[in-house]
Every structure is written in C-alpha cells, then in structure tokens.
C-alpha cells in the first residue's frame, strides 16, 4: 500500500518542542515535494509546510514562520517537521501528504495521506 505514516505527535507544555516524522511505504519519496498540513478540531485543514523533493526550497505558513523547520533525508525515505516554541493553538492532528510534483506548487491533489499525528499543547 503506498502511503505515507506519520509519527511523532504527542503532548507538550506552552513553549516546548517536538520533531514529527512522515516516512513514505511502498514507494520513493525522493521525487517529490512534500507537504505538511493539520488540522484542529472544528477548523479547516491548512498547509503548515512544504519542502521540494531536493529539500532546497521549503515554505511556511505565516502562522509557524520562524518556530518550525522542514528538512527530508532521502536516503531514508523520511520528511520532518521540527517544531519549536510551540504555542496552544498548534494543537491540531499534523499530516503529511504530497502534491506529486518536484516543487512546492500549489495544487488541488493531494496524495498518500496518513493517519495524520495528534500534536496538542497544553500546561
């Protein structure tokens, strides 16, 4: 089944970190762009990040520029989302998806969602 898995999640104080993984299952991610989205509970799902499939060029949402990083290592067929200085309204399921194409386009598909990975921030 190709798909990707994320992992990671899991709660955390105001101000904490954590570094999610989204590794790819039964094919190659080295092709691809890689996105990161989430989605909190009553809201609509939104693009936190994106990196191209050489990991040179990546983007953020407004709303995590400056605390996450996205990185990939290829060679284990993985992607990250490094979250820094996390803030209550981070809180949401976190999933990994991809557009298919090399760059960070926007796009209408998506493709091998996961069962996404439930971040939440709280004291």
């Known amino acids: 089944q190709l798909q990707l898995v994320e992992s990671g999640g899991g709660l955390v104080q105001p101000g904490g970190s954590l570094r999610l993984s989204c590794a790819a299952s039964?094919?190659?991610?080295?092709?691809?762009?890689v996105n990161w989205f989430r989605q909190a509970p009553g809201k609509e799902r939104e693009g936190v990040a994106c990196?191209?499939?050489?990991?040179?060029?990546?983007n953020y949402a407004d709303s995590v520029k400056g605390r996450f990083a996205i990185s990939r290592d290829n060679a284990k067929n993985t992607v990250y989302l490094q979250m820094n200085s996390l803030k209550p309204e981070d809180t949401a399921v976190y999933y990994c998806a991809t557009s298919r194409r090399l760059l960070c386009e926007r796009s209408q598909d998506y493709y091998y969602w996961g069962q996404g990975t439930q971040v939440t921030v709280s004291s």
């Open positions: 990196i191209s499939n050489s990991g040179s060029i990546t």
């Open positions: 039964g094919f190659t991610l080295d092709y691809y762009a």
